[in-house]
């Protein structure tokens, strides 16, 4: 029997802070806020770590915020070799935006 291989698409979104704002119809929590910050800066470099550990290459999702936000991180993201997909500046807002066109 032939040797086989298995594909797989990694993707990553880093919504970060942008994720949380203005999140459940009422105003913004500190508390979800923090969390952003700590996936758009620890997160996002536990992730590279591991992905070069095992010499992966994801497809990176970051809205502009997160650009804006996280610049240092997001560039090390770009120089680690990864593809970057920009969407939105701020999702959250985006899915207003949608929703009342639609």
């Not at 029997?1 to 797989?8: C, D, F, Y």
């Not at 990694?10 to 500190?30: Q, T």
């Amino acid at each position: 029997m032939g040797k086989k291989r298995v594909l797989v698409s990694y993707g990553v979104d880093v919504d970060a802070v942008s994720g949380w704002l203005g999140s459940y119809g009422g105003e913004d929590s500190s508390n979800d806020i923090s969390r952003g910050y700590f996936a758009g800066t620890i997160g996002t470099r536990r992730v590279l770590k591991f992905l070069a550990k095992y010499d992966i290459k994801a497809t990176w999702f970051i809205p502009g915020h997160s650009l804006e936000t996280f610049p240092e991180d997001m560039a090390a993201v770009r120089d680690a070799g990864h593809e970057i997909g920009m969407y939105l500046h701020n999702p959250t807002k985006g899915r207003t935006f949608i929703t009342h066109d639609v």
